[in-house]
């Protein structure tokens, strides 16, 4: 990717206000052309009001929206190249699934039968038959109706795809099908896709790049590997899902202090400048039993709880010392013939580790 | 200032006040207005018709004291006697529509709604027809029984029938929607926990249909209460009820001030009712199930 | 033993609305009964039939005139209460706005009143402004009462109106016009149809507010009513028979009318099994 593309849509400390309330605080991004550039944020973090300031469902307070160097603020949502796939998906109930398609040919004045070429054409690319063409959009099943959204978000052909978390009233398994389908939809069209979602699970598996929002602001951008192995805080390392947090405090060159238990603990790097914060170690890097007695850093403890998870197991442990409960996963595989109840050690590599500041 | 007449601009340009803007101006026009006006004739000297007199209350304190309580006293008698029948009438239908009869819920939906659509005269005739002497109901008597049942009409419980016949689907539909607002499993979790039938209903059903058993019951009440056909055409002579009075101050008394203290009261009743009733409902969630 | 506890009560409710039923179209068949009896005055049972009453009704001048002035009325009612209330409706139920909540309650006060006595304060309005009484100022007056009604009816439909459709079209390219006559105005169509037929049937049907608001003119019901206090004649069941059938027709009409509609949407929609 050029250097010139990297300023494709570019946002220039936006901020948004409904009276006193701050959605969005200062935001600065740039996003690429042809990039799967994912918005990830808890509920109340601001990315709604992100995204529809984007499509131009809202206006920002303060800073500029930039579209290839044009300024975007204050063209109306029916005058910007692009697109949105709502999380309700708004499909027209009245209209068949061809002319939901169609919608944007229509009001652009295409004749009917480019329309409807197109709109088979759309069909086809997005896996669903081509004689739904005239079916009503309420008769199709949760998953073609996501697909009948995009292709109509696609018809429009738009230089910016958003999406506003259209798969989250999905269940489990159709999601992942569907997440993997618009990645290669991606790849096929080559368009630039904008994409909102609460999970970070979910953007990691679609996303070339991730922003992650709290309270308005964003705290990280990065690519799914960067954000997985160094998340910038402790609120990142947590949105990733369950992990061990442990406050801890500079202790020498490569280790830190406990300030529950005292005890030190070597890190295989210390960031520049740390005094204290946070020691990060994920479940499933952390060993139990007797694979845990050869490791750097310990720490003994009673399980309370093991939990199936499908190839792996996951054991909550109270530690002895400090009564803090730590979490442990093991492969099924994986020999360990511990109980509920057992004292036992649990430990980690110190290169397993990450260490964040507040 | 200049913030505030622009936050006045901001709010009036919203799609919202926009859209609210015909419907409000023309009952601004065609009711606000002739209320506030009626509201000034009612401080004007007995038998004007002009509305620049010097204000005075001499009407108020005539009707106080004039025999007018009797028909106040009829209205209101006849308004919560309707009430109370409609109530023990409509609810087990309100019951079935809301959770028995499935799909038969919108035939008696449409069957209950297809007479509010026709003339309320043409029905009230209908029951003159039936209480008449010689009439049906007579007239069946008569031939299989031979009995006479005369002076059924022009009755007092002729006008309750009256009232109790035209405002039934008024005080349905709340109660269905009410009714439906209820939960099935809330029921069961009751009767799980061991309450009797009368004790769901009471502890469960009523108190969590109330907003549609107040609405069913206010909205009936305040249309009897200002009934005017019912009594002239069922009752005619028995009783006088205040729409009457008001009807006559205004047209052969010609003494609209007089007619106008009368509505006042009148409106003043019902409007303390409703004003009661809409502080204790939230209309998005009944209307819109939200 | 609850089951047949269930099933008792299920019987006597569906057995209490029946009669309930009964009783509410009681009067309506001994309207049509009179109307078909000789005797200028009804007795009962019958004891001699006509369609006499039917051929003098329908040749009578008056009648006609009647019927005139009722449907201009009812039409015209109709058109204006559901432009007003359409709009009406969007700011009760579609947008967030604030005030909404008062101007909910304010709009919807006309219903709760006493049709006659606002009958009285229209008539006295109306000669305060010196304007002559006649059925255009009957139309104004049934609007004061239907217009909130048809909102009422309206916004059930629009509160289950998902915003996100315009905006969807909207960004899709769509003008504000575009997104009305696309989107709006086809997703509301049953609520405002239903709206429209709820205005004319209940513009046609009224008494109270037509009594003291049309002046020289009359619509029918008023003639009925005026018919039956003083110098009863037996076209009053007649008319008020041929007034119902109307409104049954009409009612049916459109019943027949949104099956097709339906039908023909459904054959639309339905794809080929192949």
């Not at chain 1, 069209?189 to 970070?200: D, E, N, R």
């Not at chain 2, 008024?170 to 009714?179: E, K, S």
Request: net charge neutral; hydrophobic share 50%; with cysteine.
């Amino acid at each position: 990717m050029s250097e010139d593309s990297s300023s494709f849509l570019e946002l220039d400390s936006i901020t948004k206000k409904f009276g006193d309330f701050t959605a969005v605080r200062d935001i600065s991004l740039k996003i690429r052309e042809g990039e799967f550039f994912t918005l990830v944020g808890p509920s109340g973090s601001g990315k709604t009001t992100m995204i529809r300031m984007l499509v131009g469902m809202e206006q920002p307070t303060s800073g500029e929206m930039r579209l290839q160097g044009r300024v975007l603020n204050d063209v109306p949502a029916n005058k910007r190249p692009t697109c949105m796939v709502f999380q309700s998906l708004a499909l027209f109930p009245h209209k068949s699934v061809g002319e939901n398609i169609e919608f944007s040919m229509k009001i652009a004045g295409v004749d009917p039968a480019r329309r409807r070429q197109r709109a088979e054409e759309l069909l086809t690319q997005l896996r669903l038959p081509v004689n739904y063409y005239d079916k009503g959009v309420n008769q199709c099943s949760g998953g073609e109706r996501q697909r009948i959204a995009l292709a109509r978000a696609l018809a429009f052909d738009p230089q910016i795809l958003f999406f506003d978390e259209p798969l989250s009233a999905l269940d489990f398994r159709l999601r992942k099908t569907l997440e993997k389908e618009l990645k290669d939809i991606h790849k096929e069209t080559g368009k630039t896709f904008v994409y909102i979602t609460h999970s970070l699970e979910e953007a990691m598996v679609m996303s070339d790049r991730i922003a992650i929002m709290k309270a308005g602001g964003i705290v990280q951008v990065g690519s799914p590997h960067e954000i997985y192995n160094n998340p910038v805080d402790k609120f990142v390392a947590q949105f990733m899902g369950e992990v061990n947090t442990l406050a801890v405090e500079k202790a020498g060159a490569r280790s830190v202090r406990g300030q529950a238990d005292g005890a030190t603990y070597q890190v295989s790097r210390m960031p520049e400048g740390f005094t204290s914060g946070f020691l990060i170690i994920r479940p499933e890097v952390m060993k139990i039993g007797k694979a845990a007695e050869r490791l750097k850093n310990r720490v003994k403890g009673v399980v309370f709880n093991d939990y199936a998870l499908g190839s792996r197991i996951q054991y909550q442990v109270r530690a002895t010392a400090t009564n803090e409960h730590w979490l442990v996963e093991r492969l099924q595989d994986d020999p360990y013939e511990g109980k509920v109840d057992d004292t036992v050690s649990i430990g980690w590599q110190p290169a397993d580790s990450i260490l964040v500041s507040e | 200032m200049s913030a505030s007449r622009h936050d006045r601009v901001s709010w009036l340009r919203q799609p919202g006040v926009l859209a609210a803007l015909p419907a409000a101006i023309f009952l601004l026009l065609g009711f606000a207005g002739p209320l506030a006006m009626v509201f000034g004739y009612s401080f004007m000297p007995p038998k004007t018709f002009s509305l620049m007199q010097p204000p005075t209350v001499e009407n108020y304190i005539s009707v106080f004291t004039d025999s007018y309580y009797i028909s106040f006293t009829w209205s209101v008698t006849l308004a919560a006697i309707t009430v109370l029948l409609l109530f023990p009438i409509c609810y087990p239908i309100a019951y079935g529509m809301a959770k028995l009869f499935g799909k038969w819920a919108t035939l008696v939906t449409v069957l209950v709604a297809v007479p509010l659509l026709i003339s309320e005269n043409i029905r009230l005739f209908g029951w003159v027809l039936v209480l008449v002497k010689n009439g049906i109901a007579d007239g069946s008597l008569q031939t299989l029984f031979g009995v006479s049942m005369s002076g059924l009409l022009y009755s007092v419980p002729a006008i309750v029938l009256g009232l109790v016949y035209v405002y039934l689907p008024f005080m349905l539909f709340p109660l269905v929607i009410g009714i439906s607002m209820i939960p099935d499993t809330l029921k069961e979790a009751a009767s799980d926990l061991g309450a009797s039938r009368w004790q769901i209903f009471r502890e469960i059903e009523l108190p969590l249909a109330m907003p549609g058993i107040l609405i069913g019951g206010i909205l009936t009440f305040i249309l009897a209460l200002g009934s005017l056909a019912e009594s002239k055409i069922l009752g005619g002579q028995a009783i006088v009820m205040i729409a009457d009075d008001i009807e006559s101050s205004f047209t052969f008394a010609q003494n609209w001030p007089k007619g106008a203290v009368l509505s006042v009261l009148l409106i003043a009743l019902s409007g303390i009712i409703v004003y009661a009733l809409f502080r204790r409902i939230d209309l998005d969630q009944i209307i819109g199930r939200r | 033993m609850s089951s047949q506890a269930n099933r008792t009560s299920r019987t006597l409710i569906t057995v209490w609305t029946v009669a309930v039923i009964v009783f509410l179209y009681l009067p309506m068949i001994a309207v049509v009964l009179a109307s078909f009896s000789r005797q200028r005055y009804f007795r009962f049972p019958i004891p001699r039939w006509t369609t006499e009453w039917y051929t003098r009704t329908l040749e009578s001048l008056s009648v006609r005139d009647l019927l005139w002035t009722s449907l201009s009325v009812a039409a015209l009612v109709t058109v204006l209460s559901v432009v007003l209330a359409f709009f009406g409706a969007l700011a009760f139920a579609r947008y967030d706005w604030k005030g909404r909540k008062v101007y909910q309650r304010l709009v919807l006060l006309p219903i709760f009143f006493p049709q006659a006595v606002l009958g009285l304060a229209l008539l006295l309005w109306f000669s305060v402004l010196g304007v002559t009484t006649s059925w255009q100022t009957a139309v104004f007056a049934h609007m004061i009462w239907i217009v909130p009604i048809v909102i009422l009816i309206m916004s059930i439909q629009v509160y289950s109106f998902d915003p996100a459709l315009e905006e969807a079209a909207f960004d899709l390219g769509a003008t504000r016009w575009q997104v009305l006559r696309e989107v709006t105005l086809p997703v509301l169509a049953p609520g405002i149809v239903s709206g429209a037929i709820f205005a004319f049937l209940l513009s046609w049907g009224n008494f109270p507010l037509s009594l003291f608001t049309t002046g020289a003119d009359q619509t029918v019901p008023e003639w009925l009513y005026s018919k039956m206090v003083s110098g009863y004649t037996p076209m009053v069941p007649t008319l008020g028979s041929l007034t119902m059938s109307g409104a049954a027709v009409f009612i049916l009409v459109i019943y027949l009318a949104w099956l097709a509609v339906a039908a023909r949407r459904r054959r639309q929609m339905t794809a080929p099994d192949d």
